[in-house]
């Protein structure tokens, strides 16, 4: 099993450009989410979702979009990319109550903006 | 809120030395789920140990050693004769119970063994 696939693994993008960041998993798992990591920080949500179609807030959201088209696939969007979301972003899968908080991560994204 | 607090941002130790790291956290849940994750410096995060609130037993896997007391809310992690393959970052992390199964982190312990 692959597990949970993050693409791109490293980007380097200017200010104001966009792009999608693309968190695959193959393990049928139905919640998903999205940290992003800084130094000294800690691991920070940014959104979540809890089933294909949804998606909710997370403690630092501003700036990105997401979409859960898929049950497999969950994306990250930033539509104006800033140099404070300079970060390494990470991907994570779950499946709630057969294995509470179980979760599953990517290896990460580390995204430079400049 | 919950809240997880790491006062530790950095500690340095030679090698087989004993160490603790520490973790506090704030949660009105009367369940709920504890976690410590390892990020050595290839950058994946590795998945060390869940504890459920309910279970206050203290774990020992190997080296490794937990101790999770609800009275003074903290959940320590302590490494009995420390390597140089320990050095990492380990993050503690509380499980959210508002049903999402959110995690909440701390900032973090950057560990560095010494030979």
């Known amino acids: 099993n692959a597990g949970v696939t993050q693409t791109p693994k490293f980007r380097v993008l200017k200010t104001g450009q966009s792009m999608t960041l693309l968190c695959a998993q193959d393990m049928n798992h139905e919640y998903m989410y999205w940290y992003r990591q800084d130094p000294g920080m800690g691991l920070r949500l940014i959104h979540y979702?809890?089933?294909?179609?949804?998606?909710a807030k997370g403690e630092v959201p501003d700036g990105y979009n997401v979409s859960r088209l898929k049950k497999q696939n969950f994306l990250l969007g930033l539509e104006s990319a800033a140099p404070s979301q300079t970060s390494v972003y990470f991907c994570?899968?779950?499946?709630?109550?057969?294995?509470?908080?179980?979760?599953?991560f990517g290896s990460g994204t580390r995204l430079t903006v400049v | 809120a919950q809240k997880v607090t790491q006062a530790q941002t950095e500690i340095s130790v030679v090698e087989k030395e004993d160490v603790t790291l520490d973790c506090v956290y704030e949660t009105r849940d009367t369940t709920y789920y504890l976690f410590w994750y390892k990020q050595p410096p290839s950058g994946e995060l590795v998945f060390l140990i869940r504890?459920?609130?309910?279970?206050?037993q203290n774990e020992i896997s190997g080296r490794y050693s937990w101790n999770f007391q609800k009275s003074t809310s903290s959940f320590n992690f302590t490494i009995t004769a420390s390597q140089v393959v320990d050095s990492a970052v380990y993050f503690c992390?509380?499980?959210?119970?508002?049903?999402?199964?959110?995690?909440?982190f701390g900032k973090g312990t950057k560990l560095t063994v010494n030979p």
């Open positions: 504890r459920n609130s309910f279970d206050e």
């Open positions: 994570a899968s779950c499946m709630p109550v057969r294995d509470p908080y179980g979760y599953t």
């Open positions: 992390a509380l499980g959210d119970q508002g049903g999402s199964e959110k995690l909440v």
């Open positions: 979702s809890v089933g294909e179609g949804t998606t």
